[in-house]
């Protein structure tokens, strides 16, 4: 039987494709995530603080609780700080730091709130991460899920190998 080239081009193409989707999802099979969860956070029920994937760390959704599960008192800016302390605490306990950071998203009740106290939270901003912005994304909502928080923060990291900690 003859074999026309552009046939045999798609066999040896067709060929690569099936070992890249098995080699893709051997790997992928031997890499399972990692619930970060550090004791220092209120303890999560049906939730992780952070999930390590890889060398990814993708930051579960923080709003302003603090260690007696209370949502801080004293406006947006005091909710910013524990917030953004709180997602900063789950990427220390993965080995992160804040240059780590690729993406934040913040949920707000009152985005004019927000941006009210925009010179004090980009002071807190930097005291807490300095002068590293990943990229952000701000987004309005009618409410979270505990009815006295104003702002909620997620986000996504990527470690580099050498500083990962994979227990929290």
């Not at 099936?18 to 999802?25: D, F, G, L, T």
């Not at 927000?114 to 300095?130: C, D, F, P, S, T």
């Not at 912005?133 to 006295?148: D, K, N, V």
Request: hydrophobic share 40%; aromatic share 8%.
């Amino acid at each position: 039987m003859y074999v026309t080239p552009q046939r045999h081009l798609c066999i040896v193409f067709f060929t690569i494709v099936r070992y890249c989707q098995y080699s893709i999802k051997s790997r992928g099979s031997l890499v399972k995530p990692i619930a970060i969860n550090p004791d220092s956070l209120p303890k999560p029920r049906g939730y992780s603080h952070g999930t390590l994937h890889g060398n990814t760390l993708y930051l579960g959704g923080q709003t302003a609780l603090d260690a007696n599960m209370r949502i801080v008192e004293g406006g947006i800016v005091e909710q910013f700080r524990q917030a953004f302390g709180n997602v900063l605490t789950t990427l220390r306990a993965a080995g992160g730091e804040p240059a780590d950071l690729v993406s934040i998203t913040i949920y707000l009740t009152d985005v004019e709130d927000y941006q009210a106290h925009g010179k004090e939270i980009g002071e807190v901003w930097r005291e807490l991460a300095g002068p590293v912005y990943p990229a952000m994304a701000g987004i309005g909502c009618t409410r979270l899920w505990q009815p006295e928080a104003m702002i909620e923060i997620l986000g996504t990291a990527v470690i580099p190998e050498e500083r990962l900690k994979t227990r929290a």
